[in-house]
């Protein structure tokens, strides 16, 4: 009896796809030209990203002498660990107090905010009332202005009520997102079925329960984007703590920092950049941290169902 003949299948993708059969989920892709312009837009746009990170990186290391005499990004005689003692001692101590109020501050904003987002797009994807669409359109219209505009108006505000020099002048306007609010109503009307919400009511259950026994947890990759879009929001302002706060231990980091670059001039350009590192060591872990979260955010804000 003749031996059967093993029938063969072509090793190219595509060709599997033409006869019908499933290509080898381990084969390797194959080169074309086609796909040099966008890999090569792609390894420009990270090494463009990435080089003053870097940067950041290697100055930290150096000394004042170093950072004007050597290359500016590579390292010449390290010296990390007296940059970090000396930016962690240095004007008595100011820079962990800092650190510790851009966290308050950031993280204060963040969640208040958060829960003001949600709340307003939960109202807005969820319940008909009249002149919806007229709050909504304010909500994108705020998206549009920059926040540097409103710091001066929100500086008379603070002073009338007497909260400049407080970190609640800092706190209450940061927490106000409309592109959170406009974020967590797309998602509110995706992912939250009109009939949970009826049999939730049917059950008894008023519309506050409803709201944050089930509204909020279906609405968490939303919310944990937005917490992290205010909280990064927070931690960089500049102009807003500057004019609001006076006291050298209320300020955050970012302003912090500037002060001791503007008074302290060349002499303190070590501890600067040393400060600068380590500041952003909080948004980086809290980025990590919930970065699936902020994608499965995003595609929902993205398409509109």
């Known amino acids: 009896m003749s031996a059967a003949t093993a029938p063969t299948t072509s090793a190219h993708p595509d060709a599997a796809r033409r006869s019908g059969a499933t290509p080898r989920p381990d084969a390797a892709p194959r080169f074309t030209w086609r796909s040099v312009p966008p890999v090569a837009f792609l390894t ?5 990203f990435l080089l003053p990170l870097w940067w950041l990186v290697v100055s930290s290391t150096k000394s004042n002498s170093s950072l004007q005499n050597s290359n500016g990004f590579w390292f010449d005689a390290p010296q990390v660990l007296e940059n970090l003692q000396r930016t962690f001692t240095y004007d008595g101590g100011m820079f962990p107090r800092w650190v510790l109020n851009s966290i308050l501050y950031s993280g204060g ?3 208040l905010g958060t829960l003001l987002a949600v709340s307003a797009g939960y109202v807005l994807g969820k319940f008909h009332f009249r002149g919806k669409g007229l709050v909504f359109g304010g ?3 705020g998206v549009l202005v920059p926040n540097a505009l409103l710091t001066i ?9 007497g909260l400049v020099n407080s970190p609640w002048a800092v706190i209450i306007p940061t927490c106000v997102s409309p592109f ?4 967590a109503r797309i998602y509110a009307e995706q992912s939250i079925p009109d009939e949970i919400l009826e049999a939730s009511r049917m059950d008894g259950a008023g519309e506050l329960r409803t709201f944050f026994t089930i509204g909020l947890r279906i609405l968490a990759p939303a919310s944990v984007t937005i917490f992290l879009f205010v909280f990064v929001s927070s931690w960089n302002n500049f102009l807003l703590p500057l004019m609001m706060l006076n006291s050298e231990e209320l ?3 970012t302003l912090g920092l500037y002060g001791w670059q503007t008074y302290r001039g060349a002499a303190s350009y070590d501890i600067v950049l040393t400060g600068a590192l380590v500041a952003i060591v909080p948004m980086a872990i809290l980025f990590f941290t919930l970065q699936r979260f902020l994608r499965t955010g995003l595609a929902a804000g993205s398409v509109k169902g």
Do not use: R
């Open 139 to 141: 909500i994108l219209a």
């Open 44 to 48: 420009i746009s990270a090494i463009y």
């Open 251 to 253: 300020k955050p980091v």
């Open 153 to 161: 108006p929100l500086y008379f505000l603070a002073s009338a009520v």
């Open 180 to 183: 959170g609010v406009y974020l």
């Open 109 to 111: 904003a963040a969640l």
